[in-house]
Nanobody
Framework: VQLQAWGGGSVQAGGSLRLTCTFS????????MGWFRQAPGKEREFVTA????????DYTASVKGRFTISRDSAKNAVYLQMNSLKPEDTAVYYC????????????????WGQGTQVTVSS
């Protein structure tokens, strides 16, 4: 399985970015997909996840109402639309695939992408 994430960059506070993660090597529909982030000196934290069928999404409180996760089964891709970005959103963002239950725990995810840097300046 390969996950490739891109779309990060540098923006000013209040700006927007859209991250994309493509999935290959196994049936995409078999996996819940999640986004995590890791800031310098901090542990990797859950951002959002979407169920296999795309009907259920979960968000950490700090991004709810600003970030939107979606998936496209035809393109084997998951997206993270990030609006109203804040400096505290600065981190490396990772996509991940989970064949089990929809969860916030990074330890449960089976596969990880390489990460894409998001930097938000004030």
């Amino acid at each position: 399985v390969q996950l490739q994430a891109w779309g990060g960059g540098s923006v000013q506070a209040g700006g927007s970015l859209r991250l994309t993660c493509t999935f290959s090597g196994r049936p995409f529909s078999s996996y819940h997909m999640g986004w995590f982030r890791q800031a310098p000196g901090k542990e990797r934290e859950f951002v959002t996840a979407i169920s296999r069928g795309g009907m259920v999404a979960d968000y950490t409180a700090s991004v709810k109402g600003r970030f939107t996760i979606s998936r496209d089964s035809a393109k084997n891709a998951v997206y993270l639309q990030m609006n109203s970005l804040k400096p505290e959103d600065t981190a490396v963002y990772y996509c991940a695939a989970d064949s089990g239950v929809l969860t916030r725990s990074p330890n449960v995810y089976d596969y990880w992408g390489q990460g894409t840097q998001v930097t938000v300046s004030s």
